[in-house]
């Protein structure tokens, strides 16, 4: 069975600092996608960045990158330079790499950036 | 282009009454994917489509949940006699093509459902 683990409930950090979400996840599948969501308080989720199992780097879209560890298991997301904007619930989220499949999410990090 | 639509944006009921929920995804999109998000949760898979057919139905929580997609492009998601439990936000999303990064899940704004 799949699933997804973000230990951090809620984390607080400082304007223009960098952030690291945890995600670790389970899987027998020998190929998978991993994707980050942000949902803000509007409600919307929004596609931030995805990173397949077989990708030799680490995935990166403009401030966010995605920090994977295979053999671990991980898959942080790193905000760098965090904005008052980036404050919403951050989800992680797996997705075996075959035929359209739903998406296994994560509880959730609920991230506060402080001015 | 357009997004995910999903309509209505808010719904009120009573207990027992049926409810449709409707979601335009976005053009081109094969896969279609339904999710229930309760207050403070993550979400909860309900079901997808590939196509017009439903590969997959493991999440719908009762036989009172159903669901529908007509000419591969809208669904429809039907609550039967709706419960209390039954309020949420039903998410919907839409995924380009299979596999790997094609199966990135574009979401509609949600339908926020409250059953009196």
């Known amino acids: 069975a799949q699933k997804i683990t973000q230990t951090q409930p809620g984390m607080f950090v400082q304007e223009k600092e960098a952030v690291t979400l945890d995600c670790t996840y389970d899987?027998?599948?020998?190929?998978?996608?991993l994707f980050w969501y942000k949902q803000p308080s509007s409600g919307e989720m929004i596609f931030l960045i995805y990173?397949?199992?077989?990708?030799?780097q680490n995935a990166t879209e403009g401030r966010y990158s995605l920090n994977f560890q295979k053999a671990r298991k991980s898959a942080n997301l790193v905000i760098s330079a965090s904005q008052l904007g980036d404050s919403a619930m951050y989800f992680c989220?797996?997705?075996?790499?075959?035929?359209?499949?739903?998406?296994?999410f994560g509880s959730g990090t609920r991230l506060s950036i402080r001015p | 282009g357009a997004g995910v639509s999903q309509s209505p944006s808010n719904k009120v009921t009573e207990k027992g009454k049926d409810v449709e929920l409707r979601c335009d995804p976005i053009?081109?999109?094969?896969?279609l994917y339904w999710y229930r998000q309760s207050l403070g949760q993550g979400l909860e898979f309900l079901i997808y489509?590939?196509?017009?057919?439903?590969?997959?139905k493991s999440g719908l929580p009762s036989d009172r949940f159903s669901a529908e997609r007509t000419g591969g492009s809208v669904s429809t998601l039907t609550i039967q006699r709706t419960q209390q439990e039954d309020s949420a936000v039903y998410l919907c999303?839409?995924?380009?093509?299979?596999?790997?990064?094609?199966?990135?899940?574009?979401f509609g704004p949600g339908t926020r459902l409250t059953v009196l």
């Open positions: 989220a797996m997705s075996p790499f075959g035929s359209a499949s739903k998406i296994i």
């Open positions: 990173q397949g199992s077989y990708d030799q």
């Open positions: 999303a839409s995924s380009p093509t299979s596999g790997g990064e094609g199966n990135t899940q574009y």
């Open positions: 053009s081109g999109h094969t896969a």
């Open positions: 489509f590939q196509g017009n057919s439903a590969p997959d």
């Open positions: 899987t027998s599948d020998p190929s998978y996608g």
